[in-house]
C-alpha cells in the first residue's frame, strides 16, 4: 500500500504562483511513475505532469508546459508541482497519483494510489 497526501493549494491570482507538495509513504519503492491531474467542476480529471520515481524524466500536458515544473526529494519521498503564471483555467482539485507501470502514464484510469487532492483557485 502507498499513501500520498497532498498540500500547498490556495486561492490566487491570475499570474501569480503556487508549489503543490504530495508527501508519499508506504511501499513507495514498488512506485515507477509519480504523476500530478487535476479536475475541474463538470470536467473529467486530466493528466498534468508525472516523473519517474528512479531516473530525471518527465512529461507535461501541453497547456502548462513552460509554467509547471515537476520534481521530487527521494530523501522525504515527496513530489512537488511548481506552478507559475497561473491562469483562471488552472483552477481545479489536484490530485497525486502513483503508478506501479507500465502505463501509459498520462492516462488516470491507469494509476494505482491517489491521494485526497488540493484545491487550487485562480481569480481573473
Known amino acids: 500500500q502507498v499513501q500520498l497526501v497532498e498540500t500547498g493549494g490556495g486561492l490566487v491570482q491570475a499570474g501569480d504562483s503556487l508549489r503543490l507538495s504530495c508527501a508519499a509513504s508506504?511501499?513507495?519503492?514498488?512506485?515507477?511513475?509519480m504523476a500530478w491531474f487535476r479536475q475541474a467542476p463538470g470536467k473529467e480529471r486530466e493528466f498534468v505532469a508525472n516523473?519517474?520515481?528512479?531516473?530525471?524524466?518527465?512529461d507535461y500536458t501541453n497547456s502548462v508546459k513552460g509554467r509547471f515544473t515537476i520534481s521530487r526529494d527521494n530523501a522525504k519521498n515527496t513530489v512537488y508541482l511548481s506552478m507559475t503564471s497561473l491562469k483562471p483555467e488552472d483552477t481545479g482539485v489536484y490530485y497525486c497519483?502513483?503508478?506501479?507501470?507500465?502505463?501509459?502514464?498520462?492516462?488516470?484510469?491507469?494509476?494505482?494510489?491517489w491521494g485526497q487532492g488540493t484545491q487550487v483557485t485562480v481569480s481573473s
Open positions: 497519483a502513483a503508478e506501479k507501470g507500465p502505463g501509459p502514464y498520462t492516462n488516470w484510469h491507469t494509476y494505482d494510489y
Open positions: 508506504g511501499r513507495i519503492f514498488s512506485m515507477d511513475v
Open positions: 516523473i519517474r520515481w528512479r531516473g530525471d524524466t518527465t
